[in-house]
């Protein structure tokens, strides 16, 4: 439901005991505007090599103008990391009062002091909305599905990129993103034997290993870069007035996470990017008797039959970008919507993409949360 979090205290809010154990420190300095963040390196280093996670803490001074300066205690934690040593499992609403007492756990072994009612204070400077997707085995394998998924290389306003986890052969992710938010897909299995160090994730992998769990396991997660983004998405998405600053318990909700994850979702596997690839799946000659047969007028047929090998040549980006350099303005999206429409009049389309685009879209649909105990 929501992966990482970055919260904000303000300075009457926490009292730290010793500033010796921020003992990193990051420097800044822009045109009228100049950040110090005094960060904890030592002791979460050390837990580290314990097999135990422990958040990153840091305090951030930072003066803009004639401004008075101003200190925040930033605290950017994994909630599911915080629950369970991993985001392999997930969190969900009940699961809110421990992660406050946990969080409380966490700043007194650093000697800051604050308490539970100051913690449900703090404001959200950004947020990362998740779902882990079993798949089953018909499926295939996360890596494969992720391949199959490459052929959808197609968003909005947004960069892309296929890569592998680095330095290591096994795992990889789909990425699109712009300067306010990034959209991941990835092999979780592949991306803990290449990451995992806590001792959850050391028994996960020996589970992997052993045979006892399967590399079947998806997740797909929206991550925000900056704070004015974040907050202008989530007022769109809230029924309530606008707000200008979020707390844990606003966007701690399920239905919220829902909806934000499956509007990323179908912004990037839309159903003229479903029709085109299903139809560049076919082979040639049964891709033309296919539409012959369809009912479809002639001059349809030829531009779904044009579109469609455009599609298997060059995947949906290809295609799109092939229709920018021939067109520009409006008649692109003439033309975009010409091939809506002719899509639309063929009606569903047998084949094995549509099957694994409606199996994903489901998952995100019902949104089950995944549980140490499902594992």
């Avoid at 100049?34 to 090599?49: G, H, L």
């Avoid at 990153?56 to 008075?68: A, E, P, R, T």
């Avoid at 409380?104 to 308490?115: A, D, P, V």
């Avoid at 539409?291 to 980006?317: C, D, F, P």
Wanted: charged share 30%; proline share 2%.
């Amino acid at each position: 439901m929501i992966d990482t979090v970055v919260l904000r205290l303000k300075n009457h809010q926490y009292t730290i005991k010793d500033m010796s154990v921020f003992d990193g420190i990051n420097y800044k300095k822009r045109e009228n505007f100049v950040s110090k963040t005094y960060y904890c390196k030592s002791y979460p280093d050390q837990q580290k090599n314990n097999g135990l996670y422990f958040p990153m803490i840091s305090i951030l001074n930072s003066k803009g103008g004639h401004q008075d300066p101003k200190s925040v205690l930033e605290i950017q934690v994994s909630l599911p990391k915080l629950m369970y040593g991993t985001n392999f499992f997930e969190v969900d609403k009940p699961d809110i009062n421990i992660i406050y007492q946990k969080f409380l756990s966490i700043l007194n072994q650093l000697g800051i002091e604050t308490s539970v009612d100051q913690l449900k204070l703090a404001i959200v400077k950004r947020a990362d909305f998740s779902k882990m997707i079993i798949l089953p085995e018909y499926l295939g394998k996360a890596d494969y599905v992720i391949n199959k998924l490459l052929r959808f290389n197609y968003k909005p306003k947004a960069e892309f990129s296929c890569k592998e986890f680095r330095g290591k052969q096994e795992g990889v992710y789909l990425k699109f993103y712009n300067k306010a938010q990034g959209y991941v897909i990835y092999d979780k299995i592949g991306e803990i034997l290449n990451n995992g160090y806590t001792s959850i994730e050391k028994k996960l992998i020996k589970q992997y290993k052993d045979g006892e769990i399967k590399n079947n396991v998806l997740r797909f997660e929206l991550s925000f870069h900056r704070k004015d983004s974040f907050d202008a998405f989530v007022n769109k998405r809230i029924s309530s007035d606008k707000k200008r600053d979020f707390l844990l318990q606003d966007i701690f909700n399920k239905k919220l996470a829902k909806n934000i994850l499956l509007d990323a979702f179908d912004k990037v596997f839309g159903q003229v990017a479903i029709g085109l690839i299903t139809l560049s799946e076919m082979e040639d000659n049964k891709l033309r008797d296919y539409l012959e047969n369809s009912g479809m007028g002639m001059s349809k047929q030829i531009k779904l039959y044009y579109w469609a090998r455009m599609t298997t040549t060059n995947g949906v980006n290809g295609a799109w970008e092939h229709l920018r350099s021939k067109y520009n303005g409006n008649s692109i999206t003439r033309v975009r919507k010409e091939i809506a429409m002719a899509l639309q009049e063929l009606g569903n389309i047998s084949g094995n993409t549509p099957n694994l685009i409606a199996f994903l879209r489901k998952e995100h649909e019902e949104f089950e949360m995944i549980k140490p105990k499902r594992a």
